[in-house]
C-alpha cells in the first residue's frame, strides 16, 4: 500500500502512537484527544486514515484493536522535513539552514547535533 503525506494533527498521532509502541482507540482519546478537544469518533476517523493511508498496523487482541506505527518517530520526522523540504523549498535546504542560523532556541545539544551533520556532510562529500 502507497503511503501517502499526513497533515499536522494527523503525524502528532502517529508520533504519539509510534513512541508509544501500540495504542488502543480508547488511549489515544484520553492521551491525544481529550487535550485538543476531539471526540472519540475523530480520533478513530483519523486513525483509520492513518491505517488505509499505510501509516498504521491494526490487530485484535483480546476484543481491542490495538494500533502500531509502521515507522519510527524519528523516520516519521525525516519525512515531514523531506516533504517540507521538496514540496515547499523545491528541494533547497539553504532557506531551512538560514532560519537556523537566526533561530534563537537553539540549545546547545542541538548545536553539536548540526555540527556532526555538517561533519558527516563534509566527510561524505571528500568520499566522492
Request: proline letters at 1%; glycine letters at 8%; zero cysteines.
Amino acid at each position: 500500500m502507497a503511503r501517502t503525506t499526513v497533515g499536522e494533527q494527523e503525524l502528532a498521532l502517529l508520533r504519539l502512537i509510534a513512541d508509544r509502541g501500540a495504542m488502543s482507540v480508547a488511549e489515544a482519546v484520553e492521551q491525544f484527544g481529550s487535550e485538543r478537544g476531539l471526540a472519540r469518533s475523530t480520533v478513530l476517523t483519523m486513525m483509520e486514515r492513518l491505517r488505509k493511508k499505510g501509516h498504521l498496523g491494526r490487530r485484535l487482541l483480546d476484543g481491542i484493536y490495538r494500533y502500531r506505527a509502521r515507522s519510527s518517530s524519528a523516520d516519521l520526522l525525516m519525512g515531514a522535513v523531506r516533504h517540507f523540504v521538496e514540496g515547499k523549498l523545491n528541494g533547497s535546504v539553504s532557506p531551512l539552514v538560514a532560519y537556523l542560523s537566526e533561530a534563537k532556541n537553539v540549545s546547545d545539544e542541538e548545536l553539536e547535533e548540526l555540527e556532526d551533520i555538517v561533519a558527516r556532510l563534509s566527510a561524505r562529500r571528500k568520499d566522492r
